[in-house]
């Protein structure tokens, strides 16, 4: 096959050259990408160099003809002739219109192509003349389905990993527990029970978010899932403690749920050591969001805040509170809830 001129335009008719067909034609010259112009009624009046070398097309095989059948027909699409035939009438614009251009003996290609019709007034009368931007996206559109599979693949190794950590930490919890037993100090068996009680909170966590989406969690489901685990490893079924969920539906980000999820095991321990010592009362985990802010906030009926004149230093509990709300980048407020206390984890904007 010969290779195409370089530059060469050719004319379709013999009528003088108007301002609306010089303009399209020093668009084609200029053009870097392959690219048409058109008639309305589809009629090729030049085709860029680039447009033949791309789709090893002759000039003399394309100038003249109507879209509908250059080359060996490939480009009759019914949906792409009527957008076009709409682009003329001023009707429609086409604006990255993917298609895919099979072709015999040849891989098939996918297209983005940009259509938009020359409004010049026009010395020969015509309706006007439409340009046909061609972006092949083969090549871009091949790597993005490489990337989703691989990001794919990663998710289902994600939730395999939390799944095994989970199952882990299970074992641990496990151990502590049977080493509580086993121990006679009080002081070391409620050090193990409350290393137990936050692996359990640690392990539920990740098979919390082994079956949730990558992208987001679910609140209220998380939540409550979480409080059931802490609820079936702190609560006697002699005491009379109920524990619920409530607030807002809402979603957040998986690194953003580990942190809420950690202060919230934190806050429920803490009210269930020490809010209820006749192991009577409620606990009500509450999530609101609004725009541009969230408060979060574990709430109890019990005995109150500490009113002594020198409150005792910050336990492990709060520490930890407060180091993941520094994280969210929110604060820490405590307040009496008459009765009882309330902590409140708070990010405004």
């Known amino acids: 096959m010969a290779a195409p001129e370089s530059t060469s335009l050719s004319l379709t008719q013999s009528a003088p050259l108007d301002l609306n067909h010089a303009l399209g034609f020093a668009l084609v010259a200029s053009s870097v990408a392959p690219l048409l112009l058109m008639t309305a009624d589809r009629t090729v009046l030049a085709a860029s160099t680039s447009f033949l070398i791309t789709f090893q097309l002759e000039r003399d095989g394309v100038l003249g003809r109507p879209i509908e059948a250059v080359g060996e027909g490939e480009w009759d699409v019914p949906q792409l002739l009527s957008l076009l035939s709409a682009t003329a009438s001023g009707d429609a614009r086409i604006d990255a219109y993917e298609m895919d251009l099979v072709r015999p003996a040849k891989a098939a290609r996918r297209l983005s192509l940009n259509a938009q019709r020359l409004d010049y007034a026009s010395a020969a009368g015509d309706d006007g003349l ?10 871009v559109r091949l790597r993005e389905q490489v990337k989703d599979s691989l990001a794919r693949d990663n998710v289902i190794l994600l939730q395999e990993v939390r799944h095994r950590v989970a199952n882990s930490l299970q074992i641990i919890a496990s151990v502590l527990m ?15 029970r409350d290393a137990h009680q936050r692996v359990i909170a640690i392990a539920e ?54 942190s809420l999820g950690l202060i919230v095991t934190e806050l429920v321990i803490n009210a269930l050591k020490h809010a209820f010592p006749d192991r009577r009362g409620v606990i009500v985990v509450d999530y609101r969001s609004g725009e541009a802010r969230w408060t979060l906030s574990v709430a109890d009926d019990g005995v109150g805040m500490n009113t002594h004149p020198t409150p005792p230093r910050p336990g492990l509990g709060a520490t930890i509170v407060e180091a993941l709300a520094r994280q969210l980048g929110a604060r820490v407020e405590t307040t009496d809830a008459h009765p009882g206390a309330k902590v409140s984890i708070v990010l405004a904007a």
Request: charged share 25%; aromatic share 4%; proline share 3%.
């Open 130 to 139: 439409l340009v046909l931007t061609v972006c092949d996206v083969t090549d």
């Open 205 to 258: 966590l990740e098979r919390q978010l082994a079956v949730s989406s990558f992208e987001e969690v679910d609140l209220q489901s998380y939540f409550g899932k979480l409080c059931d685990t802490l609820r079936a490893s702190m609560i006697s079924p002699g005491d009379h403690i109920t524990l619920k969920v409530t607030g807002d539906t809402a979603s957040v980000a998986p690194n953003v749920s580990i």
């Open 178 to 192: 049977l080493n509580a037993r086993r121990v006679t100090s009080e002081e070391a068996r409620g050090h193990l």
